[in-house]
T-cell receptor, first 115, second 115 residues
């Protein structure tokens, strides 16, 4: 039982390049999320998918797009990377969305550096 | 505007003693509070939560106390063990106009338990 997996673990991009961060969960969860963590700041929600077929913006969606490919997979795309997107990105999933106390299960993170 | 604040970036405690991690918040409308623990190179894992209508919740060595009048919560770990060394995030959930919840994370406190 792998839980939440993310690829790649590390990535270095040049400004303007694009890339997709992949996330998959094997817990049959309905909801999935993308967060970023920056020094001195808490985890901030980029996008979420409350259920398969739906996606919504979180707190900091600018510069990102997402795709809920199926129930298992939720990808995050940077179309034109900027240095301000240098961060650690976490994918998470939960059984359901929005109860207020739903436990989120996090992946190990992707450390992205944009030069 | 940091609605959830963890003012101590780090804390060192001797093994066997009590660890107290603190969290302050500004929004009295938060419904639930959650604590997550994060080891290096791993994603955060859920530890314990408390409803805003409670003042205490206990789970084994972990107890969370909520003081609503002070807008303050704390996580007590007794006794502290070296394996508790990690970064601890406080999070709060807030209901939205759409009837779901959003989560706001603090910046984390790094706990080091000394053997």
């Amino acid at each position: 039982n792998a839980g939440v997996t993310q690829t790649p673990k590390f990535q270095v991009l040049k400004t303007g390049q694009s890339m997709t961060l992949q996330c998959a969960q094997d817990m049959n969860h309905n909801s999935m999320y993308w967060y970023r963590q920056d020094p001195g700041m808490g985890l901030r929600l980029i996008y979420y998918s409350a259920s398969e077929g739906t996606t919504d913006k979180g707190e900091v969606p600018n510069g990102y797009n997402v795709s809920r490919l199926n129930k298992r997979e939720f990808s995050l795309r940077l179309e034109s990377a900027a240095p301000s997107q240098t961060s650690v990105y976490f994918c998470a999933s939960s059984l359901i969305w929005g109860t207020g106390t739903d436990t989120q299960y996090f992946g190990p993170g992707t450390r992205l550096t944009v030069l | 505007d940091q609605q959830v604040k963890q003012n101590s970036p780090s804390l060192s405690v001797q093994e066997g003693r009590i660890s107290i991690l603190n969290c302050d918040y500004t929004n009295s409308m938060f419904d639930y509070f959650l604590w997550y623990k994060k080891y290096p190179a791993e994603g955060p894992t859920f530890l314990i939560s408390i409803s805003s209508i409670k003042d205490k919740n206990e789970d084994g060595r972990f107890t969370v106390f909520l003081n609503k009048s002070a807008k303050h919560l704390s996580l007590h770990i007794v006794p502290s063990q070296p394996g508790d060394s990690a970064v601890y995030f406080c999070a709060a959930s807030l209901s939205t106009d759409s009837g779901t919840y959003k989560y706001i994370f603090g910046t984390g406190t790094r706990l080091k338990v000394l053997a």
